[in-house]
Structure formats: C-alpha cells, structure tokens
C-alpha cells in the first residue's frame, strides 16, 4: 500500500527499500517504523513509501493495565512512607523489615518499565510533597544505579537509601516545612540538619551504614558547596552522588509550596550543567542518556500554545527535539523562540 509519509504510523512496515529524491538509502526493506524512522523519512524529503499491514501480536497485557498496577503499587509505597515517617518523628527509629515489605515489590517491578518519563507523569501530584519526593528519589535512584551497571542487590540498596534521604525531615518544624516564602537564614540552617537527623534515624533503624551516609550527603556537592559538611569529590560516596542527581530532578519537577514544577526536559538541561562543577558527570550523563529516548511520542504543550508530539530527539542539541506540530515538523535547534513548556502521556 503507498501512504503519504505524513500517514504513517509507528508500526507500520516497509515493503522495499527506501531512497531520497537523490538517490540516497535512507531505509532498508522491512524496517519497522517508529517516530524516529518518520522523521528521518521527512528530512530526506521522502514523500510516499510502500508499507505492508502487519498484524502486532497482542501484548500479555495492555499498557493501561501496567499503568493501572503502576498507580497501585506507587499510591502503596507513598502511604507506606507516612507511615515510616510517623513512626520515625515518635520513636526516632523505624522498623527495617517495613521498609524492604513496602519497598521491594515496587523496586523489583520497575525492571518491566522501561519507559521512565510515564512512570514519572504518574507520579506528578498534589499529595504531600515529601512522601511523594521520597518514592521519585528512590525510584530514579534504581533506575540509575541499573543503568550504571551495579548489580542487583546493589541497585535495590541504592534505591531503598533514595527512598530513605528525607526521612529526617520529620524532626524539622512543619512551619519551616510548608512555609510558602523565602526561608529566613535560620530557617535555611534548620533544614539543612535534616541531613544529619536522617543519618542518625537510619542508624538507629538499620545494620547498613551506606544508606544513613547517603541520607547524610545527599545535598554535598563536588567543589564544596554543599552541606552539611562541605565534602568535594571522592569524599562523597557514589550512592549519595547517585541520589543527589535523582533528589534535583525529583524536586524541579515537582510543585512544592514555594516553587513550581519546571518541564521535564529543561530540568535535564539544567542537571547536565551542575555535573560541571557540582554533581558527579557519571550518573548525570547516563541519566541523560537513558531518559532522554522516553520523550519520544510524548505529547506536549510549546510555548506557542499548539499541541505537538515528540517524533526525534536532536543529535546536535539534545535538549532541543524535533516536534510534529499542526501537520509541520518543527526542529527546535532551529526554532530558538519556540519551546516545550508541559509533556503529557501519549
């Protein structure tokens, strides 16, 4: 069957190989299309393929299921945190073996979600900010602990202590906490101890002297400028530098009471330039790497105020993607006045 390429759909086949206007191979035989192979047909100036109907095998299950198990087993680990931090602000301690019951079941289920960003925009609430921040940190913390290839004890140790950073918030006022407006100097030395208090709840709780050392250095930052103990570079333990990442990406993403939530993607552009200087470049270049492919077939809002869809992410300038919008394609690099202001599911 001939389609116009602006027709195509991702799944459909090519019949034969496919050449630009000057005799360029742009696609083999029997590719599979998805966004990105439409968009590299239209940079070539292609404007019909032969495509063969193939009929997709039906999934074990489809993918509102798998968000509907997602958003069950999240609204669980959320409530499970209230509980911790209740039990910590009254005894000072918690009980280990809750935590890893609460934990582990959603850990252990993100291996099957390979699409982040979803699991994220799921994740974008209105519930208590920093219940929900504690499962984004821990689920991100996983997630980048796998992609930098730790193993799979270790990855779900990494995301039980992102899970766990800001469990010494509960000793800090909730007046300072929910305040809406600019903390005062003393206001802003009282949070910065929730580091400390957190260290020595998770050492009251647990045998695992790693998770209370990221709870204590999760805001430390590779020249010095964090707290609450100024440490620069390898004095700060990988774990911590992994969830340092997860906990900024987690917090600009996220409404809070005083800031708003910025987009997605800007905030990775925003990360990338704290690993000169301040995050360890490691975790934030695969952090990068691995979520960046998530945006594509996402549907988004632009500053113009017309609806788009993601269809390929730019080489040159990845924070920039080429955008399908009102039947154009507009590549971002280019079109410097234009941006991407919110990112919905499909």
Known sequence: MRVHVMDLKPGDHLRMDTFSSRGLHVLPKGSRLQMEEIAKLIQHGVDYVDIDTVQEEPAPSSRTSIIQAAT??????IDGFESLYMEALSKGSFNQSVVDDILQPTLSSLDKHKDVVTLLLLLDREDNYTY???????????YLATWLGYSKAECYEIGRAGYLIDIGKCRISPAILNKPGKLTPAEYEEIKLHTVYGYEIIQNSMNDPFTALVALQHHEREDGSGYPRQLTKTDIHPYAQIAAVADIYSAMTTNRVYQSKQELISVLREINSLSFGKLNGKPVQAFINHLMPNFI??????????MGVIVMNNPLDVFRPLVQSEGKFLDLSRERKIAVVEIYME
């Open 297 to 306: 077939g996402k549907r988004v809002l632009l500053s113009t105020g017309d």
């Open 72 to 77: 069950s087993s999240f609204d669980t680990t």
């Open 132 to 142: 929900n921040h504690s499962l984004q940190v821990g689920m991100l913390s996983y």
